[in-house]
């Protein structure tokens, strides 16, 4: 089960919406529906947890490029709304770099002729993920430290209360508790 809340700082504090992200194919799509949350190009939190498994945050800061910080990355690889966050830049890879397989290298006939080449692709799991999602936080990881959360303090959350925790440390967990 995902849960997925935008908090907007706003004046008078944080406003926060329960979003649905089964539109968003993109991280740019995330991004834009950030943006339309809040009007006067204040910071906005994109915040997503998968029961006890991962938590994300993306923060947009008006026009810029928004920030990430996934706790683990092979965790939210095996989730669609996960595979929004992972972006080729944040892993670490050259762009389309784990599209999946080359199908023109691929052995289609049956045989286990080419197993050299299967060898290299041994870690690859679903997707094409393989051994390059680590099981370790990814990303920008002082993402919240001008809100009053450090690096430190971020990737000891433990997925299963994390939002809760950064919505605390915010002010913002009435407002988040309201759309939970």
């Known amino acids: ?3 997925a809340a935008l908090l907007a700082r706003t004046e008078d504090g944080w406003k926060a919406s329960d979003t649905e992200l089964d539109d968003v194919e993109t991280l740019s799509d995330l991004a834009d529906l950030a943006r339309e949350s809040s009007p006067e190009e204040d910071t906005v939190l994109v915040l997503i947890e998968q029961e006890d498994a991962w ?13 990430i910080y996934v706790s683990d990355a092979a965790a939210a690889a095996r989730s669609a709304y996960g ?3 992972l972006t080729d830049e944040l892993l670490g890879r050259e762009p389309g770099a784990a599209d999946g397989p080359d199908l023109d290298e691929l052995d289609l006939d049956g045989t286990e002729d080419g197993e050299s080449e299967a060898d290299d692709d041994d870690g690859d799991e679903e997707g094409g993920t393989g051994d390059a999602v680590p099981h370790s936080p990814v990303g920008d990881s002082g993402i919240l430290d001008d809100l009053g959360i450090s ?3 971020l990737r000891t959350l433990d997925a ?4 809760g925790s ?3 440390a915010l002010g913002a967990s009435e407002v ?3 759309v939970r």
């Open 166 to 168: 950064i919505a605390e």
């Open 83 to 85: 595979e929004l966050l």
């Open 160 to 163: 299963e209360d994390a939002l």
């Open 55 to 67: 938590f994300g945050v993306v923060r947009v800061d008006g026009e810029e490029d928004p920030r």
């Open 151 to 153: 690096e430190k303090e």
């Open 176 to 178: 988040l508790e309201t």
């Open 1 to 3: 089960m995902y849960f």
